[in-house]
């Protein structure tokens, strides 16, 4: 209670005020500001860890994405390498599981790309095919690569073909063929890989994940028999890719 007293005209005034509602009210807004503090603080708790959750079942489920894309590639390391001692050929064998190798690596770098980014400059798939053809040679098959466009591709499309090449690769190298080319190049508003054999060689086959994988992305395989050589040939419409 509050006393107030004051001077009047013959006299002095003397009143009081019962501030105790006042007083209540008061500790009532501290103590909600301290819950509210308190609520805040746990709502902010809980935000940094459903996002830090968040990140780390999306880093999860980005490298399951990766294991899934790689899965055939990675048991066929594991394969080769269990057979080593029981190969013949001991330096071809290694040369197959080095360039098996080379192409992971270069396959777990473009998987990132794709995500990180919608185009890639073709000359940097043409380094990755040059380094596949590195690895090649030593086991005894020379891959020539030509590319007539400039400018840049959708990775993915840059993914599918370096898967591309790789495995036409792997193919020729298991049947002994001495060369194998490939050219990129633009023809009758298409972007078209065109890989060639220096031999006919029979049995060929295309993997039906690759051919989902091609047709998802809106491109097709076609087999080219040409006299004394075989031609595969993968091919994209133009649109969304850049040349000069």
Request: glycine share 6%.
């Amino acid at each position: 209670i509050l006393i107030y007293q004051g001077d009047i005209t013959s006299g002095r005034v003397v009143w009081q005020e019962n501030i105790s509602s006042l007083n209540r009210l008061q500790c009532d807004i501290m103590e909600t500001n301290e819950r509210l503090r308190a609520a805040n603080e746990i709502l902010a708790e809980e935000e940094r860890i459903k996002s830090k959750l968040a990140a780390t079942e999306a880093k999860a489920e980005l490298f399951s994405e990766l294991e899934a894309e790689i899965h055939s590639r990675t048991l066929e390391l594991f394969r080769k390498v269990a057979e080593l001692s029981q190969n013949g050929d001991y330096k071809l064998h290694i040369a197959s599981i080095t360039l098996l190798l080379c192409y992971i690596k270069r396959r777990c770098i473009l998987f990132f790309r794709e995500r990180e980014s919608p185009e890639i400059p073709l000359d940097e798939i043409v380094v990755y095919l040059d380094e596949l053809g590195e690895f090649a040679s030593f086991a005894g098959t020379k891959l020539h690569v030509l590319s007539v466009m400039y400018g840049s591709i959708s990775t993915r499309r840059g993914t599918l073909f370096y898967d591309f090449v790789y495995s036409m690769l792997e193919w020729s190298i298991e049947r002994g063929c001495d060369t194998m080319m490939v050219q990129i190049l633009n023809e009758k508003e298409k972007l078209v890989a065109k890989i060639m054999f220096d031999e006919k060689t029979e049995g060929f086959e295309i993997d039906n994940g690759f051919m989902t994988a091609v047709g998802t992305a809106g491109g097709c395989i076609s087999v080219k028999d040409m006299d004394d050589v075989m031609g595969v040939w993968l091919s994209f419409p133009e649109g969304g890719d850049a040349y000069a």
